[in-house]
């Protein structure tokens, strides 16, 4: 019989990320399918604390607790994973692929003996486990299963819903773990000033901007500077994500105006990057192939263009606004700025 672990980690409150209870659903639901066994490691500085989040989901619960676990240390999460899969005796592990567990638990499989698999997207099978990941940028889906144990698996974000049982009062083993001597120290953190974070995985919505909002308009000038303050008003008024199209991103290199706040780290499509929010919004952009494959994720997608016959028209999106995209936002940002007044 499979015995199945669940690995999830807390933030600095010692409050479990919304990955990690993602995974324990798809945990839960994999265990139940299987009649297996199911447990859930917790390493955070407080794991009883984080525990409660998790009473009533009927599960095993260990935990590893102090504040050598409060912040992220390859070190120390590493070990604290090692003994966790150690006290569950488990075959399977399922971690969040986060910031977090993502650089580890290669490290942890390996001292373990184990196989590891990333990106997963989905878990299948009745009598042995098949799991799902995409190959090729997204383009390419392949249903994939191990007889070699332990297995890990790292589930991508957005791919199950989120545990949401009711918190009390839960029953937690603590676990000991030898910490190896530190070598880095964490001093203190450094957060963007306010506003100019502009990728926000967990928004419910995605804005994309495309190279249109850097061309001549309609008076035959180029607006950039305008262009960006409407695009960050917009940001900072709906709290959206930011992502961009490659032509945009790529423009600074090629002598043309740009968006300043705009990096390769908010490209959508051809590096891969497939997110994963409800809605998407799509300005003036065409709705190329690359584009669109990075929006196969998105539940809602709605895109403005002054062309109607570009390809978001041709069934990539569910709602077309064929119109000038410096009206509609600038006209959005009243109404936002209207309703927080």
Not at 125 to 130: F, K, L, P, R
Not at 157 to 180: D, K, N, W, Y
Not at 283 to 295: A, R
């Amino acid at each position: 019989m499979e015995s199945i672990l669940v690995l999830t980690h807390g933030n600095e409150a010692s409050a479990l990320t919304k990955a990690s209870l993602e995974a324990v659903a798809a945990g839960m639901g994999l265990a139940s399918r299987l009649g297996a066994p199911l447990s859930i490691g917790i390493v955070a500085a407080d794991g009883s604390a984080a525990a409660s989040a998790l009473a009533s989901a009927g599960a095993r619960l260990l935990a590893v607790s102090g504040a050598a676990f409060a912040q992220p240390r390859y070190a120390t999460d590493a070990a604290a994973c090692q003994a966790l899969c150690r006290a569950a005796r488990a075959s399977i592990v399922l971690a969040p692929e986060s910031a977090r567990f993502a650089r580890v638990m290669a490290g942890v499989a390996h001292r373990l003996g184990g196989f590891i698999d990333t990106h997963i997207t989905a878990l299948g099978g009745a009598e042995h486990v098949e799991v799902t990941r995409w190959f090729y940028r997204q383009r390419v889906e392949a249903v994939l299963s191990r007889a070699a144990r332990p297995w890990f698996l790292l589930l991508d974000a957005g791919t199950h819903a989120a545990f949401a049982g009711a918190p009390g009062s839960a029953q937690t083993e603590q676990v000991a773990v030898e910490l190896p001597a530190p070598h880095t120290t964490v001093t203190g953190l450094r957060a963007p000033q306010q506003g100019a974070q502009t990728i926000r995985p967990d928004a419910g919505l995605l804005f994309v901007a495309g190279a249109g909002w850097t061309k001549k308009q309609a008076d035959g000038q180029v607006h950039t500077s305008e262009a960006g303050q409407i695009i960050l008003e917009f940001l900072r008024g709906s709290g959206a994500s930011l992502g961009s199209s490659k032509s945009l991103v790529d423009q600074g290199s090629e002598g043309q105006p740009v968006l300043p706040f705009l990096t390769h780290l908010n490209q959508v499509g051809q590096t891969g990057a497939t997110p994963r929010h409800p809605k998407g919004l799509s300005t003036c952009c065409h709705g190329e192939e690359p584009h669109v494959v990075g929006w196969r994720f998105i539940g809602e997608r709605r895109a403005i263009s002054l062309d109607p016959n570009c390809g978001w028209t041709r069934g990539k999106a569910d709602v077309v606004y064929v119109a000038d995209a410096f009206q509609v936002m600038t006209k959005v940002n009243a109404l936002l700025a209207a309703r927080k007044a």
